[in-house]
């Protein structure tokens, strides 16, 4: 399942963009997704207001598609979204630190709202991994608690966290999304660089776009 989020203002309205799709779901006037959702209907619970659930494990150019038609028709409320597509565990495109398969010294993992998400993610694919030194070209969207990911070369330091929130501010400033930013690694990341005392397993940045605060947690927070 796709469980959106919503955030006011313009909740209401978002809430009936949303029945309005699903009756376009319902009648088959929208042909690129009605033969892959079974059903699009309001959810009761803290993590979502709405849900999309799929007929079978959708790829990621489904969820881009549904990213899409939310971003064309969300646009006409205040309202923000998020989306967290929900699959098999076996199936999710997310790096668990655990496995021997993540080689990379850190990772920078995105958290975006929309609309318009899908032209965010575009433009993270286009302008920002291939013009920022130190970073390997983009892992691109994600299913599950984030929406994208850079893998860092090296480890971080505060101001290349900042130089690259800096970029993603500039290109990212007409899409009309806000985002947050979480950076992790399996080594060992500084606040201060020089400052060895001040190691901890994990640095998290974020923040709604422009501003960011930067604070420490522990192990049992991973």
């Known amino acids: 399942m796709s469980l959106i989020k919503l955030y006011g203002p313009g909740i209401p309205f978002a809430l009936r963009i949303l029945e309005h799709f699903k009756a376009e ?25 709405y849900e999309f659930v799929w007929k079978n ?3 990621t150019l489904d969820i881009l598609s549904l990213i899409e038609i939310l971003d064309e028709k969300l646009v006409e ?20 630190f655990d496995s021997p398969k993540v080689k990379g010294v850190a990772y ?11 032209q965010a993610v575009n433009i993270l694919n286009n302008e920002i991994t ?22 860092w070369l090296r480890i971080p330091s505060v101001s290349d966290i900042i130089g690259l ?16 930013v979480t ?3 399996k080594l060992k990341l500084h606040t201060d660089p ?29």
Do not use: C, W
């Open 25 to 49: 779901l319902v009648t088959g006037k929208n042909m690129k997704l009605v033969s892959k959702i079974a059903h699009a209907r309001p959810y009761i619970g803290e993590e979502a207001d």
């Open 57 to 59: 494990v959708p790829k």
């Open 77 to 96: 409320s205040e309202a923000k979204y998020s989306i967290t597509t929900k699959v098999p565990e076996e199936d999710i495109l997310i790096y668990n």
């Open 108 to 118: 920078t993992f995105f958290r975006i709202y929309g609309p318009s998400l899908s």
């Open 130 to 151: 291939d013009k920022i030194p130190g970073i390997q070209p983009s892992k691109g969207i994600l299913l599950g608690k984030y929406d994208y990911v850079i893998e």
């Open 165 to 180: 929130l800096e970029r993603i501010d500039s290109v990212l400033k007409e899409t009309g999304v806000i985002y947050n």
């Open 183 to 185: 950076t992790k690694s």
């Open 194 to 222: 020089l400052d060895k005392n001040q190691e901890k397993p994990i640095m998290e940045i974020g923040a709604p776009s422009p501003s960011f605060t930067i604070e420490t947690v522990s192990d049992d927070n991973k």
